[in-house]
């Protein structure tokens, strides 16, 4: 009896210490990102670059897909020339008050965004946080507070973090506005997203936000944060929870936004153009 009771004595010490070096292990990583991050190596190519806080060389900085002209007015997303909006914000107005983003989901900025997204590259929050706060700058916004697009609280579980809420954190701690759970995902659309149009996407996601705040969010202008922006169907299910709570303005800002789809409606027999696909 004694001997056995030993026996499992050691296995549960054994086990013990095994997890004891496994959250070392997962410790030093974390220690590793915070304090020496991969300062003097460019994310993107990967070639020596100074020790100046961007975490790309200057080379790579300059062809990233920054939004600074050629944005939709409406959501922020990429238009391609100078039309004020997308096609998609030409046929229906989003709910909330406008969108803005600092890079369009291609190129380097989508390789960066899914390093962050995936774990690899935490320490990116940092920066991201600093271009977000510069892109609210330029579009001239001001807010009472911050909030971003949650997680179901399995899924969030599952990744361990929500990356929408560590940017919004981020921005809280350099701004000073307070950063408020204004926003529960109770559960995910029964339908997967990808395949439908914009307004089964908003019909899919109906019921899926709650705002938990027993007040009313009256005259407040709310700083929605996200990653990525899509074709803003997620977006507009948050404000019109928000507008319903009674606030007076939400405002999204996401790192990316996807270039919207380009519709090409087929014509009638013999009626197509010359040059058409
Ligand atoms: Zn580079
Ligand atoms: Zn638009």
Known sequence: MNEKQGTNGTEKGKSRSER???????????????????DYVCELCRREKPSDGCP??????????????????RCGAYVGDE???????AEHTPLFTQGASVFSYEGGAKRLLLK?????????????????????????????????????????RRRGF??????????????????????????DPPHAQKELSKEERLENLKG???????????????????????????AEECARVLFKK??????LLTLCSTRPKITWEEPEEGEKPENAP
């Open 20 to 38: 004891l070096k496994k959250c070392l292990k997962r410790g030093m990583i974390v220690l590793q990102e915070t304090f020496f991050p991969t």
């Open 56 to 73: 790309v060389c200057l080379r790579c900085r300059e062809d990233l897909p920054f939004l600074k002209e050629n944005y939709c007015h």
């Open 83 to 89: 039309s004020d909006f997308c096609n998609n914000c």
């Open 116 to 156: 962050y997204k995936e774990g690899r590259g935490r320490y990116l929050a940092d920066w991201f946080a600093e271009l977000l706060i510069e892109r609210a700058g330029e579009m001239g916004w001001s807010a009472d507070c911050l909030t971003y697009v949650p997680m179901t609280a399995k899924k969030r």
């Open 162 to 187: 929500n990356q929408a809420e560590v940017l919004a954190r981020k921005m809280g701690e350099r701004t000073g506005l307070p950063v408020l759970p204004l926003l529960e995902k109770v559960k």
């Open 208 to 234: 899926c936000f709650v705002c938990p705040a027993g007040e009313s969010l009256k005259g407040m202008r709310i700083l929605l944060i996200d990653d990525v922006k899509t074709t803003g169907a997620t």
């Open 246 to 251: 009674r606030a007076a303005e939400v405002l």
